[in-house]
Nanobody, 114 residues
């Protein structure tokens, strides 16, 4: 079983920055992919960014050049640095970890004010 603890959401003005963190814990983690998805009210959850072991990051087109995903494997933690935030980036951001199955965090709210 994997537990995920997210942090770093909040309210920011357009053009500002936030850094999300997600720490995974549990026994025999065997993590392959760590990533972030986001969901806006009334829409489906969508990928923001993800990073597999030894792989290159995948980003949604809407966040390329503004968001950066990184991992600290020693800490089982994934980060999402979000710069030049826009109001349309507002939503609930969910941490996702893939071992032999998917695990999801509870989500952290990001609000970008115009």
């Amino acid at each position: 079983q994997v537990q995920l603890v997210e942090s770093g959401g909040g309210l920011v003005q357009a053009g500002g920055s936030l850094r999300l963190s997600c720490e995974a814990s549990g026994s025999r983690l065997g993590i392959n992919v760590m990533g972030w998805y986001r969901q806006v009210a009334g829409k489906q959850r969508e990928l923001a960014a993800r990073l597999s072991n030894g792989g290159t990051p995948n980003y949604a087109d809407s966040v390329k050049g503004r968001f950066t995903i990184s991992r600290d494997n020693a800490k089982n933690t994934v980060y999402l640095q979000m710069n030049s935030l826009k109001p349309e980036d507002s939503g609930i951001y969910y941490c996702n970890v893939v071992t032999w199955r998917d695990y999801w965090g509870k989500g952290t709210l990001v609000t970008v004010a115009s």
